[in-house]
C-alpha cells in the first residue's frame, strides 16, 4: 500500500482544514487507516482512527468533537476533517495504515505511512 496524504496548510484558530490520503494498491482492503501527528520536538502520537469497515472510529480526548474521520474504501481514500482547530494543533499529520482491520493507537502496528502534510494554526 503506498500513502499519499495531502490538504494541509496554514489557518487562523478557530478554522478549519481538511486532509486527504490517497491509497494506492490492493492491499488496501481490509485495511485500518489511522492519523498521526508529530510536533516540533515531540513524537508522534495518534490523532484519529477507522476501522475497514467506516464503522468505528477513535480519537485523542484532545480532538474529540472537532475532529472527524471518514472513509470512501470504493476511492480508497481517508479524510480528516479539523474544525474549531488551535495552535496547539500544529503538526506534520501522517496517513498510516494497519495490516488489520482494526485500528490501534500505537506507532509501532502500522505498516505503511504516508510522507506527512505540515498543519499551521497560528494564534
Known sequence: VQLQASGGGSVQAGGSLGLSCAASGRAFSGVAMAWFRQAPGKE??????????????????SVKGRFTISRDNAKNTV???????????????????????????????????GQGTLVTVSS
Open 44 to 61: 508522534r502520537e495518534f490523532v484519529a482512527g477507522i476501522s475497514w469497515s467506516g464503522g468505528s472510529t477513535y480519537y485523542v480526548d
Open 79 to 113: 479524510h480528516l476533517q479539523m474544525n474549531s482547530l488551535k495552535p496547539e494543533d500544529t503538526a506534520v499529520y501522517y496517513c498510516a495504515a494497519r495490516k488489520a482491520s482494526v485500528y490501534v493507537t500505537s506507532v509501532r502496528t502500522y505498516d505503511y505511512w
